[in-house]
């Protein structure tokens, strides 16, 4: 199996977030779980794609952390397809399919960017008891009075959600990037928090900004990631909760800054589409490859 590590949502090396890509042989089935976990903590970055071809333009891509596998990774999905089309198995212009435990996704492939579908967006719950506010906000490292975002214009007030588009994250809005920078988690009790309310982690973010982008860091110490420089899934998620709240709008471009505390800054691109009634959030960016070799499995 030849194993490549990309560095996703960025177009210059030791940016963005790596990831892991494994394309399986042609003809090979994937290998066991167990495997794939071992291959993905081998290659320490907090996820590895499986990439298995199923036809020209179709794969089914499963995804691992170094402890377990999740349904979707946005930031593995861009490197995978990045990968493919270097190694001339897709090409500019094509529209793929991906087959994932999420769902079966389009990924568009262009010249300068991949733009992926990401799995049906919903909100599955809030956090609205202040107590329970409060808590989430100590175990980040920050306090809830003070971090209320109420938007005049609008007449809204931002408050934690947990938003999918195909992981489950806790939307915490902070109220500025002064704020963002401070946070400190407590990781062993955000794992905890995490676990309670059944997601993956926290996605903190701004939109009080000077340069007129959204601000974003995202935390998963429940499967082993204490911070990631770009979430593709997560920025998917903030990009359904803020339409849903009336800052971003359909058709919009959105951009999203992320992993500047890491000194690794991602540019990710967002956008949310309305097809047959129902919205759809697609997430693009590009990637660099940093290594190549081969898996001696």
């Keep these: 199996m030849k194993f490549y590590i990309v560095d996703a949502f960025t177009d210059e090396l030791f940016g963005g977030n790596p990831a892991g890509v494994v394309i399986l042989d042609k003809g090979e089935d994937f290998p066991s779980d167990d495997v794939m976990v071992k291959t993905a903590a081998e290659l320490r970055y907090s996820e590895t794609a499986f990439i298995k071809q199923l036809g ?37 212009g094509d529209i793929c399919i991906n087959h994932t435990l999420a769902g079966k996704l389009n990924v568009a492939i262009n010249k300068d960017a991949i733009l992926m579908d990401m799995a049906v967006p919903k909100e599955v719950g809030k956090i609205t008891e202040a107590a329970d506010i409060a808590e989430l906000y100590r175990v980040m490292g920050l306090k809830a009075d003070g971090n209320e975002v109420y938007n005049k214009a609008l007449n809204v007030k931002l408050i934690p959600k947990m938003v999918t588009t195909g992981l489950i994250d806790i939307m915490m809005p902070v109220k500025d990037e002064a704020e963002l920078e401070k946070i400190n988690p407590d990781f062993p009790a955000l794992a905890e928090l995490s676990k309670k309310y059944e997601v993956v982690g926290v996605h903190a973010f701004t939109v009080n900004t000077d340069d007129g982008f959204i601000h974003a860091r995202n935390f998963a110490p429940l499967y082993e990631i204490d911070e990631e420089a770009a979430t593709g899934t997560s920025n998917g998620a903030l990009t359904y909760y803020l339409y849903n709240m009336g800052i971003v709008k359909e058709h919009e471009l959105n951009t999203v800054i992320q992993g500047e505390k890491m000194l690794r800054p991602s540019k990710i691109s967002t956008k949310l589409i309305m097809e047959d009634g129902k919205p ?16 001696e499995i």
Excluded at 280 to 295: D, M, N, P, Q, R
């Design 56 to 92: 020209e333009k179709e794969f089914n891509i499963r995804y691992f952390t170094p402890a377990a596998e999740v349904d979707l990774c946005g930031h593995a999905t861009i490197g995978s397809f990045y990968v493919l089309l270097k190694e001339d198995l897709v090409k500019a």
């Design 280 to 295: 759809v959030i697609k997430v693009g960016g590009f990637a660099v490859t940093l290594a190549s070799g081969e898996i």
